[in-house]
């Protein structure tokens, strides 16, 4: 079965850098997106990039850029995010999901997702 | 790009009916039937519950349907179950510089 799971929580001084993980089993890794996204605390959900495992390709939103990087290691399925120059603004919960897909081709959906892990951007 | 719009809060008594709407703009949810929903349970991993719209993944209970009319989609939970008690989220594809936007959520609550 898809099990999608995630790093723990990590406590940052302002200005660090933060790397979270993204473990994945049970499908064919190179043959999904895999995307994060961020819930700040009392606020809705943020898209924050997407990385292609098969071959490496991100794409991150806009004011994430220069910020953050998605790389990965097909070896161990695993997909990693780092977001770097760290803000209280930062703070909040980071979930991985995988996009579904059909033959390779993303479906524009999040179809499992892991079980989130909490920034704190604290002095 | 800006969230989609959700009310912060929802309610019903066992058994009944309640609607969460998404109002986006003709740049996301008027512009693709690439609407999703999701349901955030405390500590568990968030779960799609309506996709393109309309759509419900194999094993989600056909009391959940989504609808969309215009920019703005809607979820309809029908015979409130105490398990629906969560968060629920919208999201949209919005085109490839800006890809997906989410809802700001909504609290559903079981009286």
């Known amino acids: 079965q898809v099990q999608v799971v995630q790093s723990g929580a990590e406590v940052k001084e302002p200005g660090a850098s933060v790397r979270l993980s993204c473990k994945t089993s049970g499908y064919t890794f190179t043959n999904y997106y895999i995307h994060w996204v961020r819930q700040a605390p009392g606020q809705g959900l943020e898209w924050v990039a997407l990385i292609v495992p098969s071959n490496g390709f991100t794409i991150y939103a806009q004011r994430f850029q220069g910020r953050v990087t998605l790389t990965r290691d097909t070896s161990t399925t695993t997909v990693y995010m780092q977001l770097s120059s760290l803000s209280s603004d930062d703070t909040g919960v980071y979930f991985c999901?995988?996009?579904?897909?059909?033959?390779?081709?993303?479906?524009?959906?999040?179809?499992?997702w892991g079980q989130g892990a909490l920034v704190t951007v604290s002095s | 790009q800006s969230a989609l719009t959700q009310p912060p809060s929802a309610s019903g008594s066992l058994g009944q009916s309640i609607t969460i709407s998404c109002t986006g703009t003709t740049s996301d949810v008027g512009g693709y039937n690439y609407v999703s929903w999701y349901q955030f349970h405390p500590g568990k991993a968030p779960k799609l519950i309506i996709y393109e719209v309309s759509r419900r993944p194999s094993g989600v209970p056909d009391r959940f349907s989504g609808s969309k009319s215009g920019t703005t989609a809607s979820l309809t939970v029908t015979g409130l179950q105490a398990e629906d008690e969560a968060d629920y989220y919208c999201a949209s594809y919005a085109g490839p510089n800006t890809h997906y936007v989410f809802g700001t959520g909504s609290t559903v609550s079981v009286l």
């Open positions: 999901a995988r996009e579904a897909g059909e033959s390779g081709e993303p479906l524009k959906r999040f179809d499992y």
